[in-house]
């Protein structure tokens, strides 16, 4: 007799057989409309091509919006982070305190000034970096604290600048998910002494590449602008032996990380258009929040009043034990169901470069606990509420498969 075929789950579920959706829906995409592409056009009609007046509106619309007294545009949020570990006076042997839960982009900025990345390990519910690990790790060699508001979510500043203040350090904040994100009422990038956001694509707004610095202090601000250009300065009170209106003076080594006036052109259109790309970021992330309330094989991000995300991402973790699927292979379910999910992060020193460096694995067990079982799914603001409901759909029909 023939051995009766046994059927697969895929079998049984005509539906199953089908994705959720035809086409991949990536994790993050820029929104860009006709009035985007006319502001740059315009601009590329300009007399300035390079850092130009547009730089200087967009600096201003960045600086207002936030409240901070200055802000100075890069080139990219990493030469940002890059400028403002060297404005903030990091050098050979200092230590800045900063997230293994990051981007490597992070901590490479303290490596490239020559200062050392200290990794503190991250809250197990915010993923954010935990103040009491900063505490145990402070050293006469501390110079400053790197924190990043992960997925948008602003990091806990009150005890942050209470250890700042208790040993004379600077905070320089990696918002780089968080333009638009506010603590106890207060915009991120008028908190700490410095703040970063970025413009890269999936960032809450773009500018292609592209990254900025907010700043309440008039010092940092000015070491800041020259890094940007070679470290020159043109001020003519500025210079040593001030020589005539072609001289200039270098004083400290700078490098050219200036913005295109094009760029800004698109960024302050996009400014434009922050608070309604915010507000449909934050319907999306509620609408995930009601979906996904009752299941119990994952869990659901924060979210409170006094730490208000700007939801850069929307970040899942699986519940190992009540899964027979491991990350790898939900992950691999639902992109083939089209939902282009993603992982957040890779703990910075595992990668083999801060291996090399001598840093050991196990050094922050919460980061590489939570790296296991993260998840993020799609949210940015131009998905379309069937977008949104494929994600559902997708993520009730794999964690359900999954279920033990
Ligand atoms: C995107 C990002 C950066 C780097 O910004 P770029 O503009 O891409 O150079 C730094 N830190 C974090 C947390 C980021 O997400």
């Known amino acids: 007799m023939e051995k009766p075929h046994k059927r697969t789950f895929e079998e049984d579920n005509e539906n199953a057989r089908r994705p959720a959706r035809n086409a991949m829906l990536p994790y993050g995409r820029q929104w860009i409309d006709d009035r985007d592409c006319q502001a740059v056009a315009r601009a590329l009609l300009d007399d300035f091509i390079t850092t130009g007046p547009k730089v200087a509106q967009f600096e201003q619309a960045i600086a207002n919006y936030v409240g901070a007294r200055f802000a100075v545009a890069f080139s990219s949020g990493t030469s940002a982070l890059r400028g403002a570990c060297q404005a903030a006076g990091i050098e050979n042997d200092d230590e800045v305190i900063t997230t293994p839960f990051t981007f490597v982009a992070t901590a490479n900025a ?58 004379e350090l600077i905070v320089i904040e990696d918002a780089a998910h968080a333009l638009g994100a506010t603590y106890d009422g207060k915009h991120i990038g008028n908190i700490a002494d410095m703040t970063m956001f970025s413009f890269h694509p999936v960032k809450p707004i ?40 072609w001289y200039y003076e270098m004083h400290s080594l700078g490098i050219n990380a200036r913005l295109t006036d094009f760029q800004a052109a698109l960024g302050l259109s996009q400014m434009a258009k922050l608070d309604g790309f915010l507000s ?19 869990m659901t991000p924060p979210d409170d009043d006094i730490a208000r995300s700007g939801w850069h991402l929307y970040v899942i973790r699986l519940v190992p ?52 079982t993260v998840l993020s799914l799609p949210l940015f603001p131009s ?11 997708a993520v009730h029909k794999v964690f359900d498969h999954y279920k033990t």
């Open 206 to 245: 773009t500018t292609g590449e592209g990254g900025i610095i907010t700043t309440n202090d008039e010092e940092l601000y000015e070491r800041l602008t020259r890094f940007r250009s070679h470290g020159i300065t043109r001020l003519p009170e500025a210079c040593d032996h001030y020589d005539g209106p």
């Open 280 to 298: 449909r970021r934050r319907a999306i992330a509620k609408a995930y929040q009601l979906a996904f309330s009752n299941m119990d094989t994952l």
């Open 383 to 393: 998905m379309t509420d069937d977008d949104v409901q494929d994600v559902i759909f």
């Open 321 to 372: 034990e009540r899964l027979r699927a491991d990350r790898a292979q939900i992950y691999d379910a639902l992109r083939a169901e089209n939902i282009g999910v993603n992982v957040h992060y890779i703990p910075v020193y595992t990668h083999p470069f801060y291996q090399k460096l001598g840093y050991p694995r196990g050094l922050c067990p919460v980061s590489e606990t939570c790296y296991n």
């Open 110 to 167: 303290v490596l490239h000034t020559g200062g050392t990345p200290v990794f503190a390990d991250i809250d197990a519910d915010t993923f954010n970096i935990d103040p009491d690990c900063i505490k145990r790790l402070v050293t006469p060699r501390t110079k400053a604290i790197l924190p990043v508001d992960y997925a948008g979510r602003p990091v806990a500043h009150r005890e942050i600048a209470e250890i700042a203040k208790r040993h």
